[in-house]
């Protein structure tokens, strides 16, 4: 990040990133601008998020936590990856959270924006 800042690159921030994560890309392409010596723009920065929209709040969250969701089988098998190389850390909420306390269905919470059009 702080080096696609001192080039003046746009960046991306993955979906997989916490909200505290994504705090830390901007303040270090901040930095990286700063060093360049140019103000960093937000509109060089986009954030990616999994987004589902249905008619309804419950609908949303119905097919989100569907056992055939895609949303179900993309966070499970991250969840699966993350676990096998010891990084569930990356994942967690808090940083006390527990290691059993990261489900799917915790990434699925943390990750996904769902709901009705008015909601989301």
Request: glycine share 8%; aromatic share 10%.
């Amino acid at each position: 990040m702080k080096v696609a800042g001192r080039k003046g690159w746009s960046v991306i921030s993955s979906a997989l990133l916490s909200a505290q994560d994504l705090a830390n890309h901007w303040a270090l392409y901040r930095q990286g601008c700063q060093e360049a010596g140019r103000p960093a723009n937000g509109d060089d920065w986009r954030v990616c998020r999994s987004i589902h929209v249905a008619a309804t709040d419950e609908e949303a969250r119905a097919r989100v936590y569907s056992a055939e969701s895609g949303y179900r089988h993309f966070y499970g098998h991250m969840h699966k990856v993350y676990s096998q190389l010891g990084r569930l850390g990356v994942l967690k909420a808090r940083p006390d959270m527990r290691d059993d306390e990261v489900t799917v269905d915790t990434f699925i919470e943390q990750r996904t924006i769902f709901g009705s059009p008015k909601t989301v």
